[in-house]
């Protein structure tokens, strides 16, 4: 079964300067996506990044970048000139690259708790 | 565009009642549809998955049901609510075939029982 771990429960940064946040995972396929969430205090969850675990390239939106280590099972979140707006729980999440026939869901971790501070 | 929608967004329910969480999916046909909880200071647990109508997964032993009336519809329910039930669930929808990528989420029900 996969698992994914997300070992700081909470992180605190000034604004405009730059945090990393840690996710480590652990499964036996060699082809699968990960995913890092963002839940606002408005609670729906959004979106932040996408990585397949193929590409070698780093994903990059914008402010946000990924740190992918596949040998070592490791996908960090980096922030840039974090703003206020950026104050959230960040999950990362796992998910198998091709239906197995089930739902193959998101695995989850869980969470790790943004505060920026102004 | 594909949207998703949950309603209601806010319920305080009594011990004992029935639920019923609603969740429909527009622009897009035969997704994959999910139900998750998130218990208040931890991850997400899926509840239950859909891959088509009336094909409903469980992925945990509950009190809670699903059902899938419709290729787009997915319904939350229960008949008797616990303490236990209290959190805040989660609707989502993937793609159904092929390569599966990210799930796209509802903007959640809040659920209290007293």
């Known amino acids: 079964a996969q698992t994914v771990t997300q070992s700081q429960p909470e992180m605190s940064v000034q604004e405009a300067e730059t945090v990393t946040l840690s996710c480590t995972y652990d499964t036996s396929e060699s082809d699968y996506y990960l995913f890092w969430y963002k839940q606002p205090p408005s609670r729906q969850m959004i979106l932040v990044i996408r990585?397949?675990?193929?590409?070698?390239q780093n994903a990059t939106e914008n402010r946000f970048s990924v740190n992918f280590q596949k040998a070592a099972k490791s996908f960090s979140l980096k922030i840039s000139d974090s703003q206020l707006g950026d104050a959230a729980m960040y999950f990362c999440?796992?998910?198998?690259?091709?239906?197995?026939?089930?739902?193959?869901?998101?695995?989850f971790g869980k969470g790790t708790h943004l505060i920026i501070q102004p | 565009s594909q949207t998703i929608h949950q309603w209601p967004a806010t319920l305080v329910q009594p011990v004992g009642s029935p639920l019923s969480l609603e969740c429909t999916v527009e622009?897009?046909?035969?997704?994959?549809l999910y139900w998750y909880r998130q218990a208040a200071g931890r991850g997400l647990q899926l509840l239950f998955y859909?891959?088509?109508?009336?094909?409903i997964s469980s992925e945990v032993p509950q009190n809670l049901s699903a059902s899938r009336p419709q290729d787009r519809q997915f319904i939350l329910s229960s008949k008797k609510l616990l303490l236990s039930d209290s959190g805040f669930y989660l609707c989502a929808w993937s793609r159904g075939q092929g390569v599966l990528k990210e799930l796209f989420f509802g903007e959640g029900s809040r659920l209290t029982v007293l």
């Open positions: 990585q397949e675990a193929y590409k070698q």
């Open positions: 622009g897009t046909s035969n997704p994959n």
């Open positions: 859909s891959v088509g109508i009336g094909q």
């Open positions: 999440a796992y998910r198998l690259k091709y239906s197995g026939g089930g739902a193959d869901g998101l695995t």
